[in-house]
């Protein structure tokens, strides 16, 4: 098995001088991959003098960009992804790759409460976790961890599929779910970061709800759209059953509602059948290599 382990890093040195001498003494042979998503401090540089590959990006792009930058160069057939600020101890990697090698596709360290960066970041993975394990039907431990190992063969599949941003963890998870490839989760520990956080929580509000909908679209639109539906549904026909008791005829708003209710469900009813689609173009791209 040839190993290839990734680290998207931005303005990360602190961490990679610490990240990487660990990484190449557990794994002398392993091929690593330090995507430099356009850093401003020695971040490149500390990555060349341990050893590292490095890809250099003129400005940053994204997390998962410098993921999707990893994928593309690594020559691994088994990837790990893990964070370069230090809150991954490579330590744990020979627990993901044992996984790996029972039969599943995917393997993701699953942070407990007390890895979360603060308490809300924390109860918003904890919504995520709930609403994807719903829509999946498989219990997910963890689904915006960024320490995770694959197959590169099935991890290339959905590459098109990935955000640039900070999302690559939800839809990976998710893709994998809805082509029944098997997913697994181990515990682990995870450190306080070394350096300063990338992530705003004004600025990354309207990522809780863009998350939501890509778990939905990602993986069943009508599991989403369903209920919505039979929710305006249900409106439509209390309210209809009130003007007709107290006024006896049917209003406009008992109509949009109606309306609303039919509309929603075959958007969802579309939705579903471009999801199919787009996993069916992506397992045919694939089968020409």
């Known amino acids: 098995m040839r190993l290839s382990v990734i680290l998207p890093a931005k303005n990360e040195a602190q961490g990679l001088q610490q990240t990487l001498p660990a990484l190449r003494a557990l794994f002398p042979a392993a091929e690593i991959i330090v995507v430099d ?62 996984r790996l090698e029972q039969g599943y596709d995917m393997v993701v360290g699953a942070r407990n409460a007390q890895g979360q960066a603060n ?20 219990k997910v431990a963890d689904l915006t961890s960024g320490f995770r190992a694959v197959r590169a063969e099935r991890f290339r599949e959905f590459l098109h599929l990935l955000p640039n941003g900070f999302s690559y963890p939800t839809t990976s998870t998710m893709a994998f779910f809805r082509s029944a490839y098997p997913v697994a ?30 778990i939905a679209t990602l993986y069943s639109p009508l599991k989403l759209f ?19 008791t107290t006024e006896h005829r049917f209003t406009n ?14 958007i969802g009813l579309v939705s579903e059948q471009i999801t199919g689609l787009t996993y069916l173009a992506a397992r045919a791209e694939r089968k020409p290599e």
């Open 37 to 98: 998503d356009g850093s401003t401090d020695a971040t490149a540089s500390v990555a060349a003098a341990h050893g590292a590959t490095v890809l250099s990006s003129p400005y940053p792009m994204g997390n998962g960009a410098a993921i999707k930058r990893g994928t593309r160069a690594a020559s691994g057939d088994t990837l790990v992804f893990m964070d370069a600020d230090g809150q991954h101890d490579p330590a744990l990697i020979p627990q993901l790759l044992a």
């Open 119 to 138: 308490a809300g970041r924390g109860a918003a993975n904890a919504f995520y976790n709930r609403l994807a394990s719903w829509m999946t039907g498989h």
């Open 185 to 214: 989760y181990v515990p682990i520990p995870v450190a306080a970061r070394l350096g300063k956080s990338h992530i705003r929580p004004i600025r990354d509000g309207l990522r809780f709800l863009l998350i939501i909908f890509r």
């Open 253 to 266: 708003m008992s109509a949009l509602l109606l309306s609303a209710a039919v509309i929603v469900f075959l």
């Open 226 to 244: 369903a209920p919505t539906a039979f929710a305006f549904l249900l409106l439509g026909l209390g309210y209809y059953g009130y003007t007709f």
